[in-house]
């Protein structure tokens, strides 16, 4: 069974640029997270979809991100436009069900900003 | 609000020996407790989890952890000490029984070296 993919592994942009990432869940995973960790400190959480639906969003920085899961299937992460401060590594998970599930996570996508 | 302290950043043992990682946390209620580990250029790999019942709970590579309610602490162990256990851990905290989602509070993560 796949675990959860994310794409790119590695992004590097200017400032002012857009950047999409992209992440595959487990296969029937109906939860979907984002998560991440700026250099030095904490894994943060971001948000968490149940299907194609926003259940949480409450950790997203600011209006710059937008995260869609059209279908309820794979999830994308649009920073635009990136600032300095967005760098860091976006880590994806997925769970079977929402509450006291174990959540499967990516390898992460290591986003740059210069 | 949920929080979650590590308090060593960095540790380094020698393969071999025993080994524990702190883990502090702080929430409303009983929370589910969570080790992960990530070794470079790899995903975040779940360790062990405790959700209720036994507090002393056994994970993957021979790693185990014991929830203390009393000192609100969830600290890692391992007896023996591998060269490839070298990685850095995270410690986290989800929404326990009470329900509050399912968002994850981690900790800023052990970097830990083993010497040969």
């Known amino acids: 069974e796949a675990g959860v993919t994310q794409f790119p592994s590695h992004s590097v942009i200017e400032k002012g640029q857009t950047v999409t990432l992209r992440c595959d869940p487990i296969?029937?995973?109906?939860?979907l997270y984002w998560y991440r960790r700026v250099m030095g400190k904490e894994i943060k959480f971001l948000l968490h979809?149940?299907?194609?639906?926003?259940?949480?969003e409450s950790g997203m920085p600011n209006n710059r991100f937008l995260a869609e899961r059209t279908g309820g299937t794979y999830s994308t992460l649009k920073v635009q436009p990136a600032e300095l401060e967005d760098s860091g590594v976006y880590f994806c998970?997925?769970?079977?069900?929402?509450?006291?599930?174990?959540?499967?996570f990516g390898a992460g996508t290591r986003l740059s900003v210069l | 609000a949920q929080s979650v302290t590590q308090p060593d950043i960095h540790i380094t043992v020698s393969e071999g020996a025993s080994l524990e990682l702190r883990c502090n946390y702080s929430?409303?209620?009983?929370?589910?407790l969570f080790w992960y580990v990530q070794s470079p250029g790899q995903g975040l790999q779940l360790l062990l989890k405790?959700?209720?019942?036994?507090?002393l709970v056994q994970g993957i590579k021979g790693f185990e952890a014991e929830f203390k309610r009393s000192q609100s602490s969830f600290n890692l162990r391992k007896p023996s000490v591998h060269w490839s256990d070298a990685a850095e851990y995270f410690c986290?905290?989800?929404?326990?029984?009470?329900?509050?989602?399912?968002?994850?509070?981690f900790g800023t993560g052990t970097q830990l070296k083993v010497e040969l």
């Open positions: 986290a905290v989800g929404g326990g029984l009470t329900g509050g989602g399912n968002k994850l509070t």
């Open positions: 998970a997925s769970s079977s069900s929402p509450q006291g599930d174990i959540q499967y």
């Open positions: 929430y409303g209620a009983t929370p589910y």
């Open positions: 405790y959700f209720s019942g036994d507090t």
């Open positions: 296969s029937g995973h109906d939860n």
């Open positions: 979809f149940v299907k194609e639906s926003k259940q949480d």
